[in-house]
């Protein structure tokens, strides 16, 4: 009998503490503020264009049951016949006009979170997830980038990011009213049609991709001229006597030649979202309307030896075509 009230006893004692342990985490939990406002907990992110990607890779496994039986890696794929090429090069630019899509998407969607974040808004989770979603969209790219690399290997791959990139952003959601689905066949009637659709959507079969010298490349190994996993993707810049200016999807870097013996005093920045003005002790080096425009709570600029570096924050992750509309 004393047996079993021991039991009892400890049964009570284990039960309270319990009960305790969990009335005292729901006193101290906080509340997601996400899920108080009926949000995800994690970012509801876009997958990736996997229908784009599979068309792709179905065209690839045809090709090279044709073509590339006796080869070992993807050194068959330069070797194509043209036509059988230039169909395959059609497919890889969908799959990365479909990834410039989402980078756009996701790349905007990144900054306002980011904000969120640091200011204790959003959670750790839900920013990692929205990390999470960058980096499967950066393998994506470099996934690109590497079939362009093994097609050209004379030719940066970067060079059909970026054009799919200019696409985009030309064509906004009639993107894929340019770039209809192709035909299933190669040859023939077929690649007449196909190269209609190419000449229709302002893309020649050759691709345009910036020349390079020839790379050797070890089998297997990744293509070079690609920008470390997670780093935003390089845009077209541009310099003048003035100033240099380079940028990516989140900023523009303008680089002010100074006197070296510049000091920090004698220098002036101006920020609006439209324009930027550079002084020198009173006098302006740099003055003009931008090309597109900038966050100016999130631009900065310091002095180096002989350069002031100003830091746009874009509003938008699009290319700018020039740096100013007009200078002055």
């Given at each position: 009998m004393a047996f079993w009230l021991l039991v009892v006893g400890v049964v009570v004692a284990?039960?309270?503490?319990?009960?305790?342990?969990?009335?005292?985490?729901?006193?101290t939990r906080q509340p997601d503020p996400l899920e108080e406002l009926g949000v995800s907990p994690t970012y509801?992110?876009?997958?990736?264009?996997?229908?784009?990607?599979?068309?792709?890779?179905?065209?690839?496994?045809?090709?090279?049951?044709?073509?590339?039986?006796?080869h070992v890696g993807d050194d068959w794929l330069c070797q194509l016949p043209a036509h059988a090429k230039d169909m395959l090069k059609y497919r890889l630019m969908q799959r990365a006009i479909g990834a410039m899509s989402l980078l756009q998407k996701i790349d905007a969607d990144a900054r306002g979170y980011w904000k969120l974040f640091s200011k204790g808004i959003i959670t750790s989770k839900f920013w990692n997830s929205v990390l999470a979603a960058e980096r499967e969209l950066s393998q994506e790219i470099e996934a690109v980038k590497h079939e362009a690399y093994s097609m050209e290997p004379n030719h940066d791959p970067q060079g059909i990011i970026s054009e799919a990139m200019q696409l985009v952003v030309r064509y906004g959601d009639k993107i894929w009213e340019k770039f209809p689905e192709p035909p299933d066949k190669i040859g023939g009637?077929?690649?007449?049609?196909?190269?209609?659709?190419?000449?229709?959507?302002?893309?020649?079969?050759n691709m345009p991709m910036p020349n390079m010298p020839n790379m050797p490349r070890p089998p297997g190994a990744a293509p070079p001229f690609a920008p470390p996993p997670g780093r935003p993707l390089p845009q077209e810049g541009g310099s003048t006597d003035q100033y240099k200016w380079r940028q990516d999807t989140e900023e523009v870097e303008v680089s002010v030649n100074v006197p070296d013996n510049t000091a920090k005093a004698d220098v002036k920045v101006q920020f609006q979202p439209k324009s930027l003005k550079v002084l020198h002790s009173g006098k302006t080096l740099v003055d003009g309307a931008l090309a597109s425009p900038c966050c100016p709570e999130g631009c900065t600029w310091t002095l180096s030896k002989g350069c002031v570096v100003v830091t746009l924050e874009k509003a938008n992750p699009q290319p700018w075509p020039a740096l100013f509309t007009e200078r002055k």
């Open positions: 284990v039960s309270l503490v319990l009960s305790s342990a969990v009335s005292f985490w729901l006193a509801p992110r876009k997958p990736l264009p996997e229908d784009k990607i599979q068309a792709y890779l179905q065209l690839k496994d045809k090709l090279l049951g044709e073509f590339g039986k006796e009637n077929a690649l007449a049609a196909a190269a209609k659709v190419m000449a229709a959507a302002g893309n020649m079969p």
